[in-house]
Nanobody
Framework: QLQLVESGGGLVRPGGSLTLSCRAS????????IGWFRQVPGKEREGVSC????????NYADSVKVRFTISRDNAKKTVYLQMNRLKPEDTAVYYC????????????????????WGQGTQVTVSS
């Protein structure tokens, strides 16, 4: 059974850092682009970042560019989101998702492209 499990969320002060992990099971991660999304109550799910199947292409929302870094280790079946210089507006539930189209060198931050989703991990940035 295809499954994605996020971890690494928590409470952090403004300016701090967190690293989120997305562990895949039940499928070969190499064939899937992976996206990170976030959502706060009452707002649309936002595409934060994505990474292509082999990691050669990444994409970031303007709001997180320079501060966030996405990476993947296909051997460990895990995708990471390193978040630095966190701001209160980064507070959200963060989800990872898998896009099964497997187009090389491509990923998109549009949530409709993703078929498989994790349950999410809460990130709270507050002093």
């Amino acid at each position: 059974q295809l499954q994605l499990v996020e971890s690494g969320g928590g409470l952090v002060r403004p300016g701090g850092s967190l690293t989120l992990s997305c562990r895949a099971s039940g499928f070969i991660l190499d064939y899937y682009a992976i996206g990170w999304f976030r959502q706060v109550p009452g707002k649309e799910r936002e595409g934060v970042s994505c990474i292509s199947t082999s990691g050669e292409t990444t994409n970031y929302a303007d709001s997180v560019k320079v501060r966030f870094t996405i990476s993947r280790d296909n051997a460990k079946k895990t995708v990471y989101l390193q978040m630095n210089r966190l701001k209160p507006e980064d507070t959200a539930v963060y989800y990872c998702a898998a896009d099964p189209t497997g187009v090389p060198h491509r990923c998109v931050r549009e949530f409709t492209a993703y078929d498989y989703w994790g349950q999410g991990t809460q990130v709270t940035v507050s002093s």
